[in-house]
């Protein structure tokens, strides 16, 4: 069976049997996503050589978010997140991108760096051009630490070094760039790093001090694209709208701290379902978002083509792995990969940022619109409706109530269940 991730009204079947939907499309068997079920997934025992003084598990809600094509492939994607309408909203992003050809993505190769800071050196400059002088030295030296990844093609590819002067003192400060191939990296660049900085160190003229990765992984870059349809958006005046709301992310960094939250809304979710690393991915992303000329802008674009289509682009670091981490230790993650029949960390990373593209679209495209309310405030009710006791059969009665009296709040849940269960 073909790979689908068009499937018609999974929201309306039982966890269970959208399960087994999912499956279904995907072509897999059922129990390749066993562990999405909290009672086979990750377990006390497991988590307690995760991390330290593990007292339980915190459960996320895992959804998934259907009709996203990246580079002419269905994909289903994995999504962890609390918040409501996030899901809902990527899936209704990529159906609209779908009538141009989906997504469309690229990378740069998976690049990480780290930094050896050398102290005390009387001649920075010049202990910036030893360092280069003997750049194959320490490229050696650093390869000698992970031979495996070597093996796979991967390794350091180059030296940078940069005299950074601050309120302390002017250091030297030493840049290995590591092709990491499937890993996040930071263990390999970390080990790297140590292994290099007292012959650095020597070199320079110095004292090593910090040696450890940056998140900013400006050499890691994925991209995506996708053209949005003008009539499926509702015309020529929306998609204008859409473009003068972005255009705001893009002048304002008080409307792009929010903007690029919600790209990082489907990010971080496909991140977490996948048991990557989010605070890097995070931290990276929002470094990107510091222009050149240091202002905090939108990592996204939005314009209008010659036909009037909304085109978006967006492009930032994704450190990503499928190899070591919770991602190799943690069920479901392992399950979130299998679903996604991903094979290297690049089409992983290309993958989330296409939701990314997907998740910020629909909150512009809602903003320039109805607003981000009407949606949030539907779904905000199924929880409010089950926080204050309804059954799965009384939660669309009560859901509906809450939305039609404009007024979403427990006390007002309440009344509105007794009232329903006195009419019966």
Known sequence: MARTSRIQGLRDLSVEARRKSVADAAGLDPAHLAAFDAGQGLTTG??????????GILGVPLGVATNVAVNGRDVLVPMATEEASVVAAASNAAKIARIHGGFRTSSTAPVMQAQIQIVDVT??????????EARDELIDLANAQDEKLVEFGGGVRDIAVRVVASRAGTYVVAHLRVDVRDAMGANAVNTMAEAVATRAAEIARGRPLLRILTNKADLRLSRARAVFDSEAL????????????????????????????????????????????????????????????GRYTSLSRFEKDADGNVVGTLELPMPVGLVGGATKVHPAAQAAVTLLGVRTATELAEIITAVGLAQNFAAVRALATEGIQRGHMTLH???????????????????ARLVADGTVRADHAETVLAELRAGR
């Open 123 to 132: 001649d920075p400059e010049a202990g910036r051009v030893r360092l280069l």
């Open 46 to 55: 497991a988590a307690d050589h995760m991390i330290e003084n593990v007292v």
């Open 234 to 293: 509702g015309g020529a005046a929306v998609a204008d709208d859409i473009v003068h709301a972005a255009a705001l992310a893009e002048a304002d960094p008080y409307r792009a701290a929010t903007h690029n939250k919600g790209i990082m809304n489907g990010i971080t979710a496909v991140v977490l379902a996948t048991g990557n690393d989010t605070r890097a991915v995070e931290s990276g992303a929002h470094s990107h978002a510091v222009s050149a000329s």
């Open 381 to 399: 009710a199924r929880n409010i409706a089950t926080t204050v006791g309804a059954t799965p059969d009384e939660v669309p009665a009560v859901v």
